[in-house]
């Protein structure tokens, strides 16, 4: 016979309570390799950084146009013996910028260009194979978290491009119309390797944040914030566009003064062009010209960062306000940064901390957009 209960006895005493499911319904099935394929981006994050590194000290020290050829395969392979080098030489030779530029330079001076071009080809190359390795291994083990297949392929897809892209720009040096590269081609390049360093910070900071947790911190959003940083970060791509076309001309060396360029405020003979043409082309060929809208541009970007910062100190998430304050500071060290490579005629080194400088500056707003995107919660107790 059962033994008689209690009618004070709680239900359910004496066993054992269900335990939750780890994670939201969202996240069951359909979480994959978050932390796996974050590592595998931020290794692709770190090579584009390199990669956009190597490329300024390539164009710094005139060295893009020292390999002749594309040849995506058999070009992994430099120069083996001294025939090689003397083929390869001989093919620079031919080009436009030696014969009106470098027509002194002896063998010994050709291979320290052509490293660095090598260089620059070898580590896409290498960018290629770990983003074909990474995404064949967590596409054939079906690590991949849904709705981020199509994302991942759409960056091999980019850096593809890119390759195309670099080409297409080497090739305006090789015509005879310049001894450079042409800059707004410049422009496209490293354009796209700024989107393509964008898109993976953009993923890396989504992936370190469930799919529920993403879903939750979106209806906090704070959609003012998250438009001015749109707009902010547009802002700031053009700006790197426009340096880019300043770099291709060597422009930052034009006139080594500041405010004034020059003495005045508007650079003389600014439509000026040696071989004429249509006054529209002095925006890109013109030095004091593209320099002056470098400068312009320069000064109404940090006018709108700060606007921007003083909306994103109004947050109501500490989180939120740190990020757009490291964005802020970042961006006054940028405008000091340039002022003193203007001042200093744009040597190497600063001129290659410029353009790292505003690689930091790209990804902290974009750090700051997503925080306005997709806020981190805090809890009172947290927060002491």
Known sequence: MAEKRSIFEEVGAGTKPAEAPKGGMIDRGRGGARGAIRIWLAVLFALVVAMIAVGGLTRLTDSGLSITEWRPVTGALPPMNEADWQSEFAKYQASPEFQLQNHRMDL???????WWEWGHRQLGRVIGLVWAAGFVFFWATKRIPTGWTGRLLGLGALGGLQG??????????????MVDVASYRLAVHLGLAFAILGLIAWDMLSLSRTESALLQARRSREAKLFSLSTGLMHFAFLQILLGALVAGIDAGRAFPTWPLMGESFFPADAFYLPEGGPAVLAFFENPGLVQFVHRMSGYLLFAFAVVVWRK????????????????????????VLGIVTVLHAAPLALGLAHQL???????????ARHRAQYPVVQSIRSRS
């Open 164 to 177: 195309a892209i670099g080409w297409w720009m080497v090739s305006s040096g090789l015509t005879g119309r």
């Open 357 to 367: 400088g505003a690689l930091v500056v790209w990804v902290l707003i974009l750090r």
């Open 312 to 335: 994103g100190r109004r947050s109501a998430h500490p989180v939120t306000k740190t990020a757009f304050d490291w964005m802020a500071a970042m961006m006054f060290g940028q405008v």
């Open 108 to 114: 010994d001076a050709f291979k320290s260009i052509y």
